[in-house]
């Protein structure tokens, strides 16, 4: 029997397909993606740091442990790159009233920094500790990640938010690249 689709669409099975190379994400890019949760859950919960960054190194980016949930589960778990993630979480960490600082006085009038939302505080607080403490990527580079980031959590203006943020940020402190 061959499966329908909701529109009542035939389809066709997966072994009538041509197998597609698994596209591999950037690792860097999955770092920066879970270093704003690990940020937003230690702002949540108080937890510490350390902990926090085991608990994900360890716990949650083996795939053998939903295989133990679901063992047909199939999917392709991108590994962070676990350098750029602890960096980014002890760094922001350590950070935090310094960077609140500086995000403080890149945001526009409208939007006071104590009116701002945790988890879009947490891609703010990982894209400026980014820019003004690591060199590795392009600024442009950053911005764009910690755009794409809002962008997986917001969908009204915080992503564009995010850009202007940064990037008066990386223009206020004369960032090149």
């Given at each position: 029997?061959?499966?329908?689709?909701?529109?009542?669409?035939?389809?066709?099975?997966?072994?009538?397909?041509?197998?597609?190379?698994?596209?591999?994400?950037?690792?860097?890019?999955?770092?920066?993606?879970?270093?704003?949760?690990?940020?937003?859950?230690?702002?949540?919960?108080?937890?510490?740091?350390?902990?926090?960054?085991?608990?994900?190194?360890?716990?949650?980016?083996?795939?053998?442990?939903?295989?133990?949930?679901?063992?047909?589960?199939?999917?392709?778990?991108?590994?962070?790159?676990?350098?750029?993630?602890?960096?980014?979480?002890?760094?922001?960490?350590?950070?935090?009233?310094?960077?609140?600082?500086?995000?403080?006085?890149?945001?526009?009038?409208?939007?006071?920094?104590?009116?701002?939302?945790?988890?879009?505080?947490?891609?703010?607080?990982?894209?400026?500790?980014?820019?003004?403490?690591?060199?590795?990527?392009?600024?442009?580079?950053?911005?764009?990640e910690y755009v794409h980031v809002a962008r997986a959590f917001f969908d009204d203006?915080?992503?564009?938010?995010?850009?202007?943020?940064?990037?008066?940020?990386?223009?206020?402190?004369?960032?090149?690249?």
């Open positions: 029997m061959t499966p329908v689709d909701v529109l009542g669409d035939e389809q066709t099975s997966p072994a009538d397909q041509p197998a597609k190379p698994v596209k591999r994400g950037n690792r860097r890019s999955a770092a920066r993606l879970a270093a704003v949760q690990a940020i937003y859950e230690i702002m949540l919960s108080d937890a510490p740091v350390d902990a926090v960054v085991t608990d994900y190194m360890v716990n949650r980016w083996d795939i053998s442990a939903y295989k133990t949930i679901d063992p047909d589960l199939e999917f392709d778990l991108i590994k962070p790159d676990k350098v750029l993630f602890k960096a980014l979480v002890v760094g922001v960490a350590a950070e935090t009233p310094d960077l609140d600082t500086v995000i403080h006085s890149a945001l526009t009038g409208k939007t006071p920094f104590s009116r701002v939302e945790d988890l879009l505080r947490a891609v703010l607080r990982c894209g400026t500790y980014e820019l003004t403490r690591r060199s590795d990527a392009p600024v442009k580079v950053v911005i764009d203006d915080q992503p564009a938010l995010v850009n202007g943020t940064l990037d008066r940020i990386a223009t206020t402190l004369n960032l090149k690249g």
